[in-house]
C-alpha cells in the first residue's frame, strides 16, 4: 500500500493539511481522530493515523471499510491490499511481491485492531486455512 504522509483534518470551522510527520498518536486520539480525511481531491475516503511501534514511525491508512474514490492516487492501492487470498495450485508457491505487501497491511491491520477485531479476524483465518487445505487436497488427488 502507498504509504500515506498527508490528510485534511476536518472540524466544525476549518479544514487544514496535516502531516504524518506532526502528528503524535496521543494528538491523534485526543484531537484528530474521526475527524481525518485522504487529502486527494475529490475523494473522501476518511482515514486513520496508526503508529508502528517497531518501525518507529505513524502513517495514514484508510479507515475500516472505507474506500478511496475511483480516481484517487490511493484508490488501487487499496485494491490490491484486499486481495491477499491465494490462487488453486498457488498454495506452495513463493510469495510474490504483492502477497508480500498484503502480509504487511496485515500485520499494520492487527496494529490498528480492538481485541475483539483481532479475534475476529483469527477466526476467519483459520476458516480460510481449512478452506486452503481442502483445495490442495483435491488438487493433489486430481494428479
Ligand atoms: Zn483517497
Known amino acids: 500500500?502507498?504509504?500515506?504522509?498527508?490528510?485534511?483534518?476536518?472540524?466544525?470551522?476549518?479544514?487544514?493539511?496535516?502531516?504524518?510527520?506532526?502528528?503524535?498518536?496521543?494528538?491523534?486520539?485526543?484531537?484528530?481522530?474521526?475527524n481525518l480525511y485522504?487529502?486527494?481531491t475529490g475523494?473522501?475516503?476518511k482515514m486513520s493515523y496508526v503508529y508502528d511501534s517497531k518501525l518507529n514511525r505513524g502513517y495514514f491508512r484508510n479507515w475500516r471499510h472505507e474506500q478511496h474514490s475511483a480516481d484517487c492516487d490511493y484508490f488501487t492501492a487499496n485494491v490490491k491490499s484486499k486481495s491477499g487470498s491465494y490462487k488453486e495450485g498457488e498454495v506452495f508457491g513463493i510469495l510474490t511481491k504483492k502477497q508480500k505487501y498484503a502480509s504487511l497491511d496485515r500485520a499494520f491491520d492487527l496494529l490498528s485492531m480492538t481485541e475483539e477485531e483481532k479475534n475476529e479476524r483469527r477466526k476467519e483465518e483459520k476458516n480460510q486455512k481449512k478452506r486452503k487445505l481442502s483445495?490442495?487436497?483435491?488438487?493433489?488427488?486430481?494428479?
Open 135 to 143: 483445495i490442495l487436497v483435491r488438487s493433489l488427488i486430481q494428479k
Open 43 to 45: 475523494c473522501e475516503a
Open 38 to 40: 485522504c487529502a486527494f
Open 1 to 34: 500500500m502507498a504509504s500515506v504522509d498527508e490528510v485534511i483534518y476536518r472540524s466544525d470551522t476549518n479544514e487544514v493539511k496535516v502531516n504524518v510527520e506532526s502528528m503524535s498518536a496521543k494528538d491523534y486520539e485526543e484531537k484528530y481522530r474521526e
